[in-house]
């Protein structure tokens, strides 16, 4: 589907945005563009297409191919002989296209919120989505479309007709979050926690909190930081850019700042297990009950950042609450399929410590058999063998009933869920289609099976097995 054109994208601009020059019909300088893509297969009437070096192929190579498809035009980092359209020629195409992102962005009066943390960005960024949904037409970041490449092509997106852009931001070393927020340039920049993420670059918490909130330089003028008050590295942020930061948490005095009082708080915490969780919202326009849906206190976390971004931009009380009870999970985070007899819960897209205590924490509630289905975390630096281990006692002290673990890290999982609780049956196995295959004939009536690991490690595959094997136990029924 066609999409319309994009304000103030003329060839003559984008040029002049990324520094590049133009080669082509003059007459041409004055035409817009109506979409960006850095995939030629995506690349539609009208569209300019920006060609990426990767590691196998060179986005260069299928120039021709973009214009045959109607491209409008091309950036390119050499020059064109005959090409059949215009092209600017640029010395980095990843820089050039953040350099229109940031024009882009700045030339409209949209109202952007920006999201980062170590742990539940993408949770957070659906609740805020949810919630500002009831008042505005709202584009957010679609899967993972976070990083120097994602994000660019997410704010492309961006039409007239939007009126809010929910933006998340991930990063995995300094400097990376400066260029983020740079083309964010965030009205509201929503800091969810600082977890043990990204270690191998950051090396320590302080340092993810200094990545994180290199963010803050691009707020706008007056725009506000949104934090996790509970979060001990935050707390430490009670001012941004000469603004008071608005501080979101479980009661309203902070157990890690004494002197802190949160803006938005939660009491009344009631945990549902798999339909969810209840909280009552306590704000400065007043209170509210929240129903959420989704299962797991980390969710009554996204409500309360999703109901400090509400205020800030408008929203009443009634439709923060209903944005909070019609949010909604995706494939791979923390989604609950019910699978004939069983329950599964998909949180397999990614996992570091933080978010595998808290998934554990939502699978002990399981009223059949728990089973954890778990394999490595990346990118823990030199502390990945004892992250690894603390997440093994968790599964003894969450109670759960049955490990099953792959990978070379997940040893420490076996070892140390056997220390805290000798009554776990504990599974490892060498492959994940070993384990996968061992899984599916372990599995019985009433069991809930939590499926979780770091991306590199392929668990969509186990979801794949699961759904499979029970679509065939239907079908043969």
């Not at 893509?37 to 192929?57: C, H, M, N, W």
């Not at 329950?343 to 009223?367: E, F, Q, W």
């Not at 992250?387 to 890290?409: M, P, R, W």
Request: glycine content about 8%; overall charge negative; aromatic content about 6%.
């Amino acid at each position: 589907m066609s999409l319309t054109k994009m304000p103030n994208m003329t060839l003559s601009n984008i040029a002049e945005a990324c520094g590049g020059t133009y080669i082509g019909a003059e007459e041409k300088k004055q035409e817009t563009v109506s979409g960006v893509a850095t995939d030629s297969r995506q690349v539609e009437e009208g569209f300019l297409y920006v060609p990426i070096k990767g590691a196998r192929v060179d986005g260069h190579e299928f120039i021709p191919d973009v214009f045959q498809k109607g491209a409008l035009a091309v950036l390119s980092e050499k020059k064109l002989e005959n090409p059949a359209g215009p092209y600017i020629l640029v010395e980095s195409s990843i820089t050039a296209m953040r350099k229109i992102a940031s024009f882009y962005r700045r030339s409209l009066s949209i109202k952007v919120v920006g999201i980062t943390g170590s742990v539940g960005k993408t949770s957070t960024k659906e609740m805020i989505a949810s919630v500002l949904s009831e008042k505005y037409n709202v584009l957010k970041t679609a899967g993972n479309f976070n990083n120097e490449i994602g994000l660019p092509l997410t704010i492309f997106r961006i039409r007239k007709e939007h009126e809010v852009a929910v933006l998340e931001m991930g990063i995995s070393d300094f400097g990376e979050m400066s260029r983020l927020a740079e083309m964010a340039n965030p009205d509201v920049c929503v800091i969810t926690n600082i977890g043990w993420c990204h270690l191998e670059n950051l090396k320590t918490r302080d340092g993810i909190l200094q990545a994180k909130t290199e963010s803050f330089a691009y707020i706008k003028e007056k725009g506000v930081a949104v934090l996790n008050g509970d979060d001990d590295k935050l707390c430490t942020k009670k001012q941004v850019n000469g603004k008071s930061a608005v501080f979101y948490g479980i009661h309203e005095k902070s157990d890690v700042d004494p002197n802190l009082v949160k803006d938005i708080y939660a009491t009344e915490v009631v945990n549902n297990g798999f339909d969810g969780m209840l909280a009552r919202i306590h704000t400065p326009k007043g209170c509210l009950d929240a129903e959420i849906s989704i299962p797991g206190e980390h969710n009554v976390y996204n409500a309360l950042a999703a109901t400090a971004v509400g205020l800030e931009l408008g929203l009443t009380i009634e439709e923060i609450r209903a944005g909070i009870k019609n949010a909604k999970t995706i494939p791979g985070r923390t989604n609950v399929l019910k699978l004939e007899d069983i329950t599964v819960i998909d949180d397999c897209y990614n996992a570091n410590p933080v978010s595998m205590k808290a998934s554990l924490a939502v699978l002990s509630k399981a009223k059949g058999r728990s089973i954890a289905v778990l394999g490595d975390m990346g990118e823990l630096g030199d502390e990945e063998r004892t992250l690894h281990a603390e997440v093994g006692t968790s599964v003894g002290e969450n109670h759960i009933h049955t490990l099953f673990a792959t990978g070379e890290l997940s040893k420490e999982y076996v070892t140390y869920a056997r220390l805290a609780n000798p009554d776990v049956e504990l599974y490892y196995y060498k492959s994940r289609e070993e384990m996968t295959e061992a899984l599916l004939a372990y599995v019985r009536s009433g069991d809930t099976i939590l499926v979780k690991a770091s991306h590199f490690m392929e668990f969509p595959k186990v979801i794949e097995a699961f759904c499979e094997k029970y679509k065939e136990k239907k079908e043969r029924e």
